[in-house]
Protein backbone atom coordinates (compact mmCIF):
# COMPACT_ATOMS: atom_id res chain seq x y z
CA UNK A 1 0.00 0.00 0.00
CA UNK A 2 1.27 3.56 -1.01
CA UNK A 3 0.73 6.66 0.81
CA UNK A 4 1.16 9.94 -0.04
CA UNK A 5 3.52 11.83 2.19
CA UNK A 6 1.38 14.15 4.63
CA UNK A 7 1.38 17.93 2.97
CA UNK A 8 3.88 20.19 4.14
CA UNK A 9 0.87 22.87 4.85
CA UNK A 10 -2.66 23.26 4.43
CA UNK A 11 -5.09 23.56 2.14
CA UNK A 12 -6.57 26.45 3.35
CA UNK A 13 -3.04 27.99 3.63
CA UNK A 14 -2.14 26.83 -0.59
CA UNK A 15 -5.67 28.65 -0.96
CA UNK A 16 -4.59 31.55 0.33
CA UNK A 17 -1.17 31.80 -1.35
CA UNK A 18 -2.51 31.07 -4.61
CA UNK A 19 -5.67 34.03 -3.77
CA UNK A 20 -2.81 36.68 -2.62
CA UNK A 21 -0.61 36.30 -5.71
CA UNK A 22 -3.30 36.44 -7.97
CA UNK A 23 -4.48 39.85 -5.81
CA UNK A 24 -1.11 40.90 -6.36
CA UNK A 25 -1.56 40.71 -10.11
CA UNK A 26 -4.64 42.84 -10.51
CA UNK A 27 -3.93 44.85 -8.29
CA UNK A 28 -0.72 45.69 -9.73
CA UNK A 29 -1.63 45.65 -12.66
CA UNK A 30 -0.16 42.70 -15.55
CA UNK A 31 2.76 43.84 -16.87
CA UNK A 32 4.03 43.89 -13.49
CA UNK A 33 3.52 41.01 -13.49
CA UNK A 34 4.80 40.00 -16.41
CA UNK A 35 8.27 41.41 -15.60
CA UNK A 36 8.69 39.80 -12.36
CA UNK A 37 12.25 38.50 -11.84
CA UNK A 38 13.67 36.29 -9.17
CA UNK A 39 16.04 38.73 -7.14
CA UNK A 40 19.16 37.10 -6.56
CA UNK A 41 22.44 38.86 -4.32
CA UNK A 42 24.55 39.97 -6.98
CA UNK A 43 25.06 42.81 -9.14
CA UNK A 44 22.01 42.51 -11.70
CA UNK A 45 20.25 43.49 -9.07
CA UNK A 46 21.86 46.06 -6.30
CA UNK A 47 24.57 48.78 -6.37
CA UNK A 48 25.28 49.20 -3.18
CA UNK A 49 29.03 48.15 -1.92
CA UNK A 50 30.39 46.75 1.16
CA UNK A 51 30.36 48.17 4.56
CA UNK A 52 28.20 48.46 7.74
CA UNK A 53 27.70 52.28 7.33
CA UNK A 54 24.57 54.10 7.15
CA UNK A 55 25.02 55.70 3.49
CA UNK A 56 25.04 51.69 2.31
CA UNK A 57 22.46 50.69 4.57
CA UNK A 58 20.34 53.07 2.05
CA UNK A 59 21.87 52.31 -0.75
CA UNK A 60 20.74 48.94 -0.54
CA UNK A 61 17.18 50.00 1.12
CA UNK A 62 16.84 52.27 -2.28
CA UNK A 63 17.79 49.30 -4.88
CA UNK A 64 14.86 47.42 -3.31
CA UNK A 65 13.08 50.21 -3.42
CA UNK A 66 13.51 50.33 -6.92
CA UNK A 67 13.07 46.80 -7.65
CA UNK A 68 9.87 46.72 -6.03
CA UNK A 69 9.19 49.60 -6.81
CA UNK A 70 8.20 52.02 -4.23
CA UNK A 71 8.95 55.65 -3.46
CA UNK A 72 12.22 56.49 -1.73
CA UNK A 73 12.03 55.78 2.18
CA UNK A 74 14.98 56.95 4.52
CA UNK A 75 16.10 54.59 6.49
CA UNK A 76 18.44 54.85 9.93
CA UNK A 77 19.74 52.41 12.65
CA UNK A 78 18.09 51.78 16.25
CA UNK A 79 19.94 53.35 18.63
CA UNK A 80 21.02 49.11 20.30
CA UNK A 81 23.59 47.82 22.10
CA UNK A 82 26.67 45.79 21.05
CA UNK A 83 25.19 42.27 20.24
CA UNK A 84 27.03 40.97 22.84
CA UNK A 85 25.46 42.04 25.48
CA UNK A 86 22.07 41.78 24.64
CA UNK A 87 20.53 38.82 25.83
CA UNK A 88 21.12 40.03 29.51
CA UNK A 89 20.45 43.87 28.79
CA UNK A 90 17.81 44.57 26.27
CA UNK A 91 14.34 43.49 25.36
CA UNK A 92 14.09 44.99 22.15
CA UNK A 93 17.74 42.71 20.61
CA UNK A 94 14.83 41.04 18.70
CA UNK A 95 13.61 43.93 16.40
CA UNK A 96 15.30 43.50 13.50
CA UNK A 97 13.20 46.60 11.24
CA UNK A 98 10.92 48.80 12.09
CA UNK A 99 8.65 50.80 9.59
CA UNK A 100 6.85 53.95 10.86
CA UNK A 101 3.92 55.25 8.25
CA UNK A 102 3.69 58.54 7.70
CA UNK A 103 1.71 59.63 4.43
CA UNK A 104 4.73 62.85 3.99
CA UNK A 105 7.98 61.15 5.60
CA UNK A 106 7.98 57.36 6.46
CA UNK A 107 10.65 56.33 8.02
CA UNK A 108 12.52 52.75 8.38
CA UNK A 109 14.85 51.71 11.31
CA UNK A 110 17.00 49.03 11.21
CA UNK A 111 19.37 46.76 13.69
CA UNK A 112 22.83 47.85 12.78
CA UNK A 113 24.05 44.68 14.05
CA UNK A 114 22.36 42.70 10.99
CA UNK A 115 24.21 44.66 8.14
CA UNK A 116 27.18 42.04 9.03
CA UNK A 117 24.41 39.07 7.86
CA UNK A 118 23.27 40.69 4.29
CA UNK A 119 21.13 38.29 3.19
CA UNK A 120 18.87 39.24 6.94
CA UNK A 121 19.60 42.36 6.45
CA UNK A 122 18.10 42.92 2.63
CA UNK A 123 15.19 40.58 3.74
CA UNK A 124 14.09 42.75 7.12
CA UNK A 125 14.64 45.81 4.76
CA UNK A 126 12.09 44.29 2.20
CA UNK A 127 9.40 43.52 4.89
CA UNK A 128 9.83 46.71 5.88
CA UNK A 129 10.04 48.55 2.69
CA UNK A 130 6.45 46.22 1.82
CA UNK A 131 4.79 47.94 4.41
CA UNK A 132 4.56 50.89 2.60
CA UNK A 133 4.02 49.17 -0.61
CA UNK A 134 1.05 47.58 1.12
CA UNK A 135 0.03 50.67 3.35
CA UNK A 136 -3.30 51.50 1.47
CA UNK A 137 -4.83 47.89 0.61
CA UNK A 138 -4.23 46.42 4.31
CA UNK A 139 -8.12 45.68 4.71
CA UNK A 140 -8.45 44.52 0.47
CA UNK A 141 -5.66 42.13 0.30
CA UNK A 142 -7.08 38.15 1.02
CA UNK A 143 -7.42 37.41 4.75
CA UNK A 144 -7.83 41.19 5.77
CA UNK A 145 -5.90 42.85 8.33
CA UNK A 146 -5.59 39.72 10.78
CA UNK A 147 -2.96 38.80 8.48
CA UNK A 148 -1.18 41.67 7.72
CA UNK A 149 2.14 40.84 8.95
CA UNK A 150 1.78 37.51 7.18
CA UNK A 151 0.71 39.10 3.70
CA UNK A 152 3.80 41.12 4.34
CA UNK A 153 5.90 38.76 4.37
CA UNK A 154 4.37 36.49 1.28
CA UNK A 155 4.00 39.67 -0.78
CA UNK A 156 7.97 40.18 -0.46
CA UNK A 157 7.91 36.77 -2.34
CA UNK A 158 5.19 37.78 -4.97
CA UNK A 159 7.69 40.91 -5.58
CA UNK A 160 10.51 37.91 -6.50
CA UNK A 161 12.51 38.30 -3.21
CA UNK A 162 11.64 34.55 -2.43
CA UNK A 163 15.64 33.51 -2.12
CA UNK A 164 15.90 36.09 0.45
CA UNK A 165 12.76 35.32 2.23
CA UNK A 166 13.98 32.05 2.69
CA UNK A 167 17.37 32.16 3.40
CA UNK A 168 17.16 35.25 5.57
CA UNK A 169 15.34 34.33 8.70
CA UNK A 170 17.36 31.10 8.52
CA UNK A 171 20.80 33.33 8.87
CA UNK A 172 19.84 35.60 11.34
CA UNK A 173 18.52 32.77 13.59
CA UNK A 174 14.92 33.61 13.59
CA UNK A 175 11.58 32.30 11.80
CA UNK A 176 9.92 35.23 10.47
CA UNK A 177 5.86 34.82 10.23
CA UNK A 178 5.35 32.76 7.64
CA UNK A 179 6.74 29.34 7.79
CA UNK A 180 9.83 28.21 6.26
CA UNK A 181 7.60 25.42 4.59
CA UNK A 182 4.77 27.72 3.82
CA UNK A 183 7.93 30.39 2.41
CA UNK A 184 9.27 27.48 0.14
CA UNK A 185 5.34 26.69 -0.98
CA UNK A 186 5.30 30.32 -1.89
CA UNK A 187 8.18 30.35 -3.84
CA UNK A 188 7.24 27.31 -5.68
CA UNK A 189 4.48 28.92 -6.99
CA UNK A 190 6.08 32.07 -7.83
CA UNK A 191 8.56 30.03 -9.79
CA UNK A 192 5.78 28.37 -12.04
CA UNK A 193 3.71 31.37 -12.03
CA UNK A 194 6.61 33.35 -13.82
CA UNK A 195 8.42 30.70 -16.15
CA UNK A 196 11.45 30.47 -13.57
CA UNK A 197 14.40 27.13 -13.80
CA UNK A 198 13.58 25.63 -10.25
CA UNK A 199 17.70 25.17 -10.36
CA UNK A 200 17.88 28.79 -10.63
CA UNK A 201 16.85 29.20 -7.06
CA UNK A 202 17.93 25.53 -5.69
CA UNK A 203 21.34 26.43 -6.35
CA UNK A 204 21.62 29.62 -4.93
CA UNK A 205 19.81 28.73 -1.39
CA UNK A 206 21.24 26.98 1.95
CA UNK A 207 20.99 23.32 1.67
CA UNK A 208 17.60 23.43 4.42
CA UNK A 209 16.28 25.35 1.98
CA UNK A 210 16.84 24.42 -1.12
CA UNK A 211 15.56 20.82 0.20
CA UNK A 212 12.14 22.73 1.44
CA UNK A 213 12.20 24.02 -1.95
CA UNK A 214 12.18 21.23 -3.53
CA UNK A 215 10.02 19.76 -1.50
CA UNK A 216 7.41 22.40 -2.12
CA UNK A 217 8.38 22.29 -5.81
CA UNK A 218 7.17 18.72 -5.62
CA UNK A 219 4.02 19.04 -3.73
CA UNK A 220 2.90 22.06 -6.01
CA UNK A 221 3.16 20.34 -8.95
CA UNK A 222 1.45 17.42 -7.91
CA UNK A 223 -1.39 20.09 -6.52
Not at 93 to 106: E, K, R, T
Amino acid sequence: MFLRKRASISDDLKGWIFESFDWADETFGQDWAQSRQLVTASHDFFTAGAGDTPQIAQQIADDIARLIPVRYIAVAPLHMIDPEYRHNYQDTASVAGLYHHDPDNPLINYDPALMHQPVAFISTLTHELMHARLANYVALMPGGEAVHELSTDLHCITHGFGLFAIDGPAQAGWSGYMTQESRAYALAEFLARHGVDPDDALRRLNPRGAKALKRAISEHAAD
